[in-house]
């Protein structure tokens, strides 16, 4: 029984991704989740309320090009701070990440 428990923490640690700190595969965070686009305006203000979402993308590199998008639609100058995506899975929030 015991083996059985270790081969299958194995395979499950083996299906997440570290460079990321997710529970799911790095080709599915990089290139195929949905994701919410959060921007913060003024983020060095740490103003909860400034926090919008301002769209949907699959995958972080797409979330990180809409972010930048958006920052030069309205003036702003992107920060890499000003900007998360959040993982969407089954319609609920799962994880928070930013391209690397």
Same mark, same amino acid.
């Given at each position: ?44 203000? *740490? $103003?909860?309320? =400034?926090?919008?979402? #301002? ?12 972010? /930048? !998008? ?5 003036? *702003? $100058?992107?920060? =890499?701070?000003?900007? #998360? ?12 990440? /930013? !391209?690397?």
């Amino acid at each position: 029984m015991k083996r059985f428990s270790l081969a299958v923490m194995l395979f499950l640690s083996a299906c997440g991704c570290d460079k990321y700190a997710s529970d799911y595969p790095c080709s599915y965070v990089e290139n195929k989740a949905d994701y919410e686009v959060w921007y913060w305006k003024n983020v060095e203000n *740490d $103003d909860e309320s =400034d926090n919008k979402m #301002i769209g949907h993308a699959t995958g972080v590199r797409q979330c990180e090009d809409n972010a /930048r !998008a958006y920052a030069a639609s309205i003036g *702003d $100058d992107f920060n =890499d701070r000003a900007y #998360i995506c959040v993982l969407m899975k089954d319609g609920e929030r799962k994880e928070k990440h /930013r !391209a690397l």
